[in-house]
Structures are given as structure tokens and as C-alpha cells.
């Protein structure tokens, strides 16, 4: 598609605009005192009582759950997900529960998925549209309702995903075929501890530091673990059992989410998140505040030891992320 006189990507860019953040949230979620995964009405464990989605799921099953839930009783049109084409993950406007359901399960790459919300308005004619993005996206499309860009307003409920950062699918595709795996041949992705690849029946255990060389530059100034500005919020952090810790928000979040609770289509067994999500949170925001000095500091012509004098960090950590950044803007 040409880009030709149209300023959607600047009026989306979450970057440009941390400013307004509070005023957003203070319009949407309401005021208070803020911990560190945002504000929110309440926070529970949850996991689907349907056995389909949760075979086809990794987690709790709750967005698929959720996303079924708002289409069968008319809350939703039509949603802005994830699939995937092999493992590279692609953006499309799920309509029908097929294609809700190819969208579950974790994905791993960055992806435009606001890129397919003129689709959604213009070729589909949806005006209940529903976005599930990470914490960006969901930032982005804020913006755009702030600024009353008429595409938007189309928009009715964003469910955040929990975000701890993301990774170019090219880049780990060069690390899987490293180990003599092509990407056909795997199972599962996970990134724990180590970076998990399944195939074949084997497990391979990579350091993550490899997979962190994948890792975007936005990604390593972001500061939003639990997408904050989300009506609903959910990742397996914190979770346990095939569960997901799930943050409702907003008010529109909430009826969502209890008309959900009250139909059966899923147990909650907990109120509240662990511990466990407020590190998270609290590490990601220290780590990008962290990382946007080192940049800082890098432009102004420092070299990485006078970086890490300055920061009183080491050399080696200012390196890292350092080689992160060129090797995503090169």
C-alpha cells in the first residue's frame, strides 16, 4: 500500500505522545492512586470452562473466551487479532468464531496490527470493532480516539496483552536455524528463563540473551508491561495452572467481563494478581528508563564507559543494549 498525504502513523505514534497518557487514562479508567501495573476496578484469576479453547490455548483461554464471548451475543462485529502464517505472525480482522480461534495462542514478532483497522471500517463496514494488541498497540489506538480520528471511533473495547518486550521474528529465525532447525520443524516457542525451542519431540534451551539481541529499540524504551489503558488486561504472569491474570480496568471492561462470568464461560478463582506482576511492572519500567538514558548519552557522543561511569551501571550492560538498538535499526 502507498503512503500517500496521510498522517494516521504520526497521530498514532505512542512515542511522541507520553504527555497526554495521564489525561487519557484519567478519561477512560478514571483517577487514583497508581500502582505499578495502572489503575483498574479489579484483578482476578481466570481460566475457561470450554475445553476446546482450552486445548487450542496456552494459557487460560480467557481472551478467545472473551472474544467468542462479545461476538455470539452481538457486544462485537468484528476484532483485530494475531495469526500466524507458519510461525510468522500476521495481523487480520477476525469476524466468525473460526477465525477468533485461529487466533489463539502466544505469538512471537512484531506486528502491525493497527495497520488493519481501515479494513475492519472501510472494506467491512464494522462499527463494533474490538483491537487485542500489546500495550503499544493499545497506546496507539487510544491516541487516535483522543484525537477523534473518525477510524477510530469505530473502535468499542481494547483487551491488552501483558508485554515484558517483543522480538523481530526474522531475528529468531536466524537463531532457530542456527542450531540446525528450520522453523517448519518446530512445536513451541517460549522465552523464560532460556529461549525454549520444541521440535521434533526435543527441547533446545538457548541463553536468552540471544533472543534479547532480537528485541526492537521501542521495545526497550517501553515502560508498559500490563497495558495500562486497556478496558481489559491479561497475560500469564502471575498465573499458575493454566490460568491468566486478568486486570479489568475500565467500566465498559467490567460489564464486559461479568456478563462473561455470569454466562459460565469462565472461573475466576482469586481476587487480586501476585506479587510476581508488580516486579514485573516495576522492573520493565526501570529497565526502560534505564535504557532511554543510555541512549541518551550515547547520541550526545559518550562512549559506553563513560556511559556506564555516568549511569553507575556496567560497561557490559550498557554494551548489551546497545547492540540491541543498532542491530534493530540497521
Not at 203 to 231: G, N, Q, S, Y
Not at 268 to 276: H, K, L, N
Request: hydrophobic share 35%.
Amino acid at each position: 500500500m502507498d503512503c500517500v498525504g496521510c498522517s494516521i502513523c504520526y497521530e498514532a505514534c505512542y512515542m511522541l505522545r507520553h504527555s497526554l497518557i495521564k489525561d487519557i487514562e484519567g478519561a477512560v479508567i478514571g483517577r487514583g492512586k497508581k500502582e505499578s501495573v495502572g489503575l483498574y476496578r479489579r484483578a482476578v484469576l481466570a481460566r475457561t470452562t470450554d475445553d476446546v479453547v482450552a486445548d487450542r490455548c496456552q494459557d487460560g483461554g480467557v481472551v478467545t473466551t472473551l472474544l467468542l464471548y462479545a461476538l455470539e451475543s452481538g457486544i462485537m462485529d468484528g476484532v483485530l487479532v494475531v495469526g500466524r502464517d507458519g510461525w510468522t505472525p500476521t495481523a487480520y480482522v477476525a469476524r466468525t468464531r473460526e477465525e477468533i480461534m485461529e487466533a489463539a495462542g502466544t505469538k512471537y514478532g512484531v506486528v502491525p496490527v493497527l495497520s488493519k483497522l481501515r479494513e475492519a471500517v472501510v472494506d467491512h463496514g464494522l462499527t463494533k470493532i474490538w483491537v487485542v494488541g500489546s500495550p503499544c498497540h493499545i497506546q496507539s489506538i487510544r491516541y487516535l480516539k483522543h484525537k477523534g480520528l473518525p477510524l477510530a471511533t469505530s473502535v468499542q473495547v481494547m483487551v491488552g496483552l501483558f508485554c515484558r518486550e517483543n522480538y523481530e521474528y526474522n531475528c529468531m529465525e536466524e537463531l532457530v536455524r542456527a542450531q540446525g532447525v528450520e522453523m517448519s520443524q518446530v512445536d513451541r516457542l517460549e522465552v523464560y528463563d532460556e529461549f525454549r525451542v520444541y521440535a521434533d519431540g526435543n527441547r533446545m534451551d538457548l541463553p536468552v540473551t540471544d533472543i534479547k539481541d532480537c528485541v526492537p529499540r521501542h521495545c526497550l524504551v517501553c515502560r508498559d508491561f500490563a497495558a495500562e489503558l486497556a478496558d481489559i488486561a491479561a497475560g500469564s504472569g502471575g498465573s499458575y495452572g493454566g490460568r491468566s491474570t486478568v486486570i479489568v480496568r475500565s467500566v465498559k471492561g467490567e460489564e464486559v467481563f461479568a456478563g462473561m462470568e455470569q454466562s459460565g464461560l469462565i472461573s475466576t478463582e482469586s481476587d487480586g494478581y501476585a506479587p510476581e506482576i508488580s516486579e514485573i511492572a516495576e522492573r520493565k519500567s526501570e529497565k526502560a528508563k534505564q535504557t532511554g538514558d543510555i541512549f541518551r548519552l550515547a547520541e550526545k557522543g559518550l562512549n559506553e564507559k563513560e556511559i556506564s561511569d555516568r549511569l553507575g551501571i556496567t560497561e557490559r550492560r550498557v554494551s548489551h543494549r546497545l547492540r540491541g538498538a543498532r542491530r534493530n535499526t540497521s
